[in-house]
């Protein structure tokens, strides 16, 4: 796997300044509040909201702020956002889907074209890429300090479909029904999570040499880094 893993990407920008954590915050504030406005305060009966706390946690979002974020939105606070996907391809025709949530579509569409234009790719049409990718929980823990075949069999005893070592990281693909059972279960054996939430695993991966594979992780880093853009997948190796 690369060296440039979307995980390890996670990793550094937790430990990166207080205004790039802030800006992880404002994101998962989003997701919160418009699973709250879709389903309900209550993540007992909003899949949705229990999911995205379990993403807010293992960003480290403190319980203080996820508590405050959903009762505003259950007071009806806050902006309307609209959730929205993008598909394209990156430099050496890498599928990319760009999950976003937004209070201005025209703004967060012109960001998006911008950055692929921009940086080599091509922004195409709904379901150009998405048909190379499945909906999953993904689950990811830090290497260190954990032993590979313990968190492996631990995964696979909590129902896990597959288990892979990215670089320094254990990544955990569960069927997006099984992925609340299989979070709670590690969770409950002491394990703590660089990332967890339900995201798009590609089919395939390609394999690019590490000069055109660095093309596309720049465009993948800006397009990270914009306020409107919730999660970035892509099939990169």
Known sequence: MSGHSKWNNIK???????AQRAKIF???GRELAVAVKEGGAD?????KLKDAIAKAKSNNV???NIERIIKKAAGGD???????TYEGYGPSGVAIIIETLTDNRNRTAGNIRHYFSKYGGNM???????FMFKEKGIIVIDAEDVDESKIEEDAIEAGAGDFIVDDDCYVIYTDKEDYSSVHNYLE????????SEIGMAPDNYVTLPDEEAEKVNVLLDILDEDEDIKNVWHNLK
């Open 62 to 64: 403190p319980n203080d």
């Open 12 to 18: 550094r920008k937790k430990e990166k300044t207080d």
């Open 43 to 47: 993540p007992n009966v909003n899949s």
């Open 78 to 84: 806050g902006n309307d956002y609209e959730e929205i």
């Open 188 to 195: 409950e054996k002491g394990y703590t999570f660089v990332s």
């Open 124 to 130: 195409g049409s709904t379901g150009c890429v998405s």
């Open 26 to 28: 404002t994101k998962i």
